[in-house]
């Protein structure tokens, strides 16, 4: 069994902060090698010390997260430490921006202390379970090929980005996706679960998606809702309920693969 200490560098503007996780995350396993404020200290550290893992924000001062995340890529280390994000920014584009800069996990604050832990030890297996690296390395990617098509339906089918609904009604969708039989608890799971994320209540959430699907009927491409699906769903006085609408998508992303 391997037992050497992963070296973990934490980068965090917040000193609280780092003092709770350093207090919390060193064990027989991980050790915090370092904590800095600001990622210039940072990369000194990292260009004359051996690091497994960097944990980091993306709001930093001086440079951000995206840049020091550049700077770590241009050092062109033999061992390139890992790098896991966590963040207070939880938008996609936050996210999949991070991910193209070369980040290997991304975690939203607060987190769970314990499961930082277990993120940390799967990046840093030498010979890593299947299942991790699918976790880790394709979920992302996954995400945002999967947004870009249901970008790609929104915009057929006439809902407008700006409104609430569109976020909703997207994340309604991957959850489908995800979890199928999430359509059959609607109510009780599916926007309870939305309205979490986003920080309101359910049934603003039921109406918000409510609206934008009411916001497509309303322009008048149902043919184009038609054409979307290969069949003839719906006429003009024919208005699908959330779910079906949610469920019609869903299935159709999962029959292309998604």
């Known amino acids: 069994m391997e037992t050497t200490l992963k070296k973990v560098v934490l980068v965090d503007n917040n000193e609280a902060m780092r003092e709770s ?5 060193t064990n027989d396993k991980i050790e915090i090698v370092a904590d800095f404020s600001e990622a210039v200290k940072a990369i000194n550290y990292i260009k004359e010390n051996e690091v497994d893992v960097i944990v980091t924000d993306i709001v930093l001062p001086n440079i951000d997260g ?18 896991l994000i966590l963040s207070a920014l939880s938008n996609d584009n936050f996210v999949n ?20 832990k277990t993120r940390i030890l799967e990046l840093t297996q030498k010979v890593p379970d299947q299942n991790i690296v699918t976790n880790i390395k394709t979920v992302k990617p996954r995400n945002k090929q999967l947004e870009e098509k249901i970008t790609n ?3 057929t089918v006439g809902i407008p980005a700006h409104i609430k609904g569109y976020q909703f009604l997207r994340e309604a969708i991957k959850m489908a996706i995800d979890n199928p039989e999430i359509i059959n608890s609607i109510t009780k799971k599916l926007y309870p ?5 986003f920080e309101t209540t359910a049934s603003k959430v039921e109406r918000a998606i409510r609206h934008a699907i009411e ?9 184009n809702i038609n ?15 959330n779910g079906e609408f949610i469920a019609l998508v869903a299935d159709k992303m999962l029959i292309e693969g998604a």
Request: with cysteine.
């Open 153 to 155: 339906i929104f915009i």
């Open 227 to 241: 054409a979307l699906f290969g069949i003839r769903v719906y006429s003009n006085n024919e208005k699908p309920t």
């Open 21 to 25: 996780i350093k207090k919390q995350i």
């Open 215 to 223: 916001v497509a009927w309303n322009r008048g491409k149902i043919e």
């Open 97 to 116: 921006k991070a991910l193209n800069y070369g980040a290997d996990y991304y975690m939203v604050k607060p987190c769970d202390v314990n499961l930082l």
């Open 193 to 197: 679960s939305i309205a979490e994320r």
């Open 66 to 83: 995206y840049e020091f995340l550049e700077a770590i890529n241009k050092l062109g280390l033999i061992n390139k430490p890992k790098i």
